[in-house]
């Protein structure tokens, strides 16, 4: 198969402004599903799907060489009421392509589903190359990249695909929701009461304030506690038994989910109860083959704040994407098209350096 690159950037920004006039949040994902079937049938390359997740192996998969994962998702959030354009009607204004999933993460996609189409039938790389376009991203639902890990092969390494600016996300925060409660003795408002509930909530919230977890990592920095719902009472007259608190903390490298969970039952003020322990971060070794190809052509490394499906692999995977994660769940999301054509270069020279190293 004989591609050229200028072709195959044409036909992903054209598969992206389809994707974005089909509407496909969360567990809705089908009709993507069956446009992204369609650019690998236009390309003779044989796929197979699961449920709303379509994936294909490189021509010359060999199970004794290791494996690369590309994944990024076609799922979208709902679009917000702030929105002044058609979220589904995808158009360029001064070179930036908007709609829905544009930037978050259609850009991505495109351009990892045109770089697997250019190495498909490449011999001799060293390794396989699988590539997953997901579902349920934005949701963490069940049936996304989580589910496809247990009918892939063993995974060595991932490139997922979100929007970085095509700079190295080599680590990633990871993520734990606790629900607290902090408890008191319930009466009348008329009565006195030292054991107010939400009075208590006032230390508990300080305590909060202040806490800080002792490992601090050189990409992720320090692990982020944050209090962000609190629930209490139901009338005016009455002491609640209770106050509700909802506490997200995001998870350095130094850490496990666990960890962060068996620290602050035992140390946090009040009863803490995790919603799940299967977001961890992730990271890969700055001195991984992989990071040094993108190193040598010039990008930068950081560490990333925001969540993506690398929480769903137990690789070393590497964040890597065109757009700008800021421009994520906002109201007339875009991308510039530059972005697109750069990202599929891009990943194509960092592929280049690593597969055939």
Not at 186 to 204: E, G, L, M, R, W
Not at 292 to 300: A, M, V
Request: some cysteine.
């Amino acid at each position: 198969m004989n591609l050229d690159q200028k072709h195959l950037t044409t036909k992903a920004i054209a598969l992206l402004k389809q994707l974005i006039t089909i509407q496909s949040f969360s567990s809705e994902e089908d009709k993507t599903a069956d446009a992204i079937e369609a650019w690998f049938e236009s390309f003779d390359i044989p796929f197979k799907r699961e449920k709303n997740n379509v994936y294909a192996f490189n021509k010359y998969y060999d199970e004794s060489k290791p494996t690369l994962l590309l994944n990024s998702h076609h799922d979208t959030v709902k679009p917000n009421s702030a929105y002044t354009k058609d979220p589904f009607h995808p158009h360029i204004e001064d070179g930036k392509l908007y709609g829905l999933g544009s930037n978050d993460a259609g850009g991505c996609l495109v351009s990892l589903i045109a770089t697997f189409t250019r190495f498909y039938d490449t011999k001799d790389l060293s390794h396989n190359i699988i590539i997953v376009a997901s579902a349920e991203e934005e949701s963490s639902g069940p049936n996304g990249l989580n589910s496809m890990l247990l009918i892939l092969p063993h995974i060595d390494v991932a490139i997922v695909g979100e929007p970085t600016l095509m700079n190295l996300a080599i680590a990633e925060k990871g993520l734990v929701v606790f629900d607290a409660e902090v408890k008191g003795t319930p009466s009348h408002a008329a009565h006195p009461n030292n054991d107010n509930s939400i009075y208590n909530t006032i230390d508990v919230l300080k305590w909060f304030q202040t806490y800080s977890f002792e490992k601090v990592s050189e990409a992720l920095g320090e692990v982020k506690l944050t209090v962000t719902q609190i629930n209490a009472g139901s009338q005016h007259n009455v002491v609640p038994a209770k106050v509700d608190l909802v506490v997200d903390v995001r998870v350095n490298d130094r850490y496990s989910n666990k960890e962060i969970a068996d620290i602050l039952a035992k140390e946090a003020p009040c009863q803490m109860k995790p919603r799940s322990l299967r977001l961890n971060s992730s990271s890969i070794d700055k001195n991984h083959p992989l990071v040094q190809s993108g190193i040598k052509l010039g990008r930068s490394t950081y560490g990333s704040p925001t969540l993506s499906d690398q929480a769903a692999l137990s690789c070393q995977s590497l964040k890597l994407g065109p757009g700008d994660s800021t421009r994520s769940h906002s109201a007339d999301e875009f991308i510039y098209v530059r972005e697109i054509e750069e990202g599929i270069d891009l990943y194509i020279k960092i592929l280049d350096g690593f597969l055939h190293s």
